[in-house]
């Protein structure tokens, strides 16, 4: 078990706990030891004395309270135990292919990422490519509606709906109304 306010195996590899910060979990071993450590590195944690082996296993958001947002993982899927509300109501721009950052809600080693969209009818599209074509996207809305892009339409249950697409700092949407919200639900790495 990991312990951020303590340094070194089965804690924090260097500094001092960070709010907002993107935490990897790696799993050490010494020869004869295992243990965990947490890094802000993806690729070279600072190892403690006399341990050589270390295998990357997950990462963690620790939130501006210094929390860590609570997850399950299961192999390398991992789904959020709480929502985490990317974009609101009001907050988009209608009619139009428009970028957000998703670097603050999935780990940027993600390969894919999941979200939960609820709306109010219409349609709402997302994609990691600024035409929404030719890449993986999704559309969704009430049946009878006006679509004004092309695609396989998904209706969502109870105005929600649930997709994946491939991970890129900044995505796409698409909508044509403002009254919605994005949350982050999972992601695979």
């Given at each position: 078990t990991a312990t951020i306010t303590t340094s070194g195996d089965n804690g924090l590899d260097t500094g001092t706990e960070a709010a907002n910060?993107?935490?990897?979990?790696?799993?050490?071993w010494?020869?004869?030891?295992?243990a965990s450590l947490l890094s802000t590195s993806a690729t070279s944690p600072t190892m403690p004395s006399g341990y050589t082996h270390k295998q990357r296993v997950g990462v963690v958001r620790n939130n501006a309270a210094?929390?860590?947002?609570l997850f399950r993982?299961?192999?390398t899927s991992v789904r959020c135990e709480e929502g985490v509300t990317i974009l609101?109501?009001?907050?988009?721009?209608?009619?139009?292919?428009?970028?957000f950052s998703i670097t603050n809600f999935f780990p940027p080693t993600a390969r894919?990422?999941?979200?939960?969209?609820?709306?109010?009818?219409?349609?709402?599209?997302?994609?990691?490519?600024?035409?929404?074509?030719?890449g993986e996207y999704f559309r969704f809305g009430t049946q009878g509606s006006a679509y004004t892009f092309g695609?396989?339409?998904?209706?969502?249950?109870?105005?929600?709906a649930s997709y994946s697409v491939l991970y890129a700092p900044s995505l796409y949407?698409?909508?044509g109304h403002n009254t919605a919200t994005v949350q982050a639900s999972g992601w695979e790495f």
């Open positions: 910060t993107w935490y990897h979990i790696w799993v050490i010494n020869g004869s030891t295992t210094s929390n860590f947002i993982q299961i192999g609101s109501s009001g907050s988009f721009t209608t009619n139009a292919w428009t970028a894919r990422v999941e979200m939960l969209v609820g709306f109010n009818g219409g349609e709402f599209a997302v994609s990691h490519r600024s035409d929404g074509f030719g695609g396989a339409l998904l209706t969502g249950r109870n105005n929600a949407y698409y909508t």
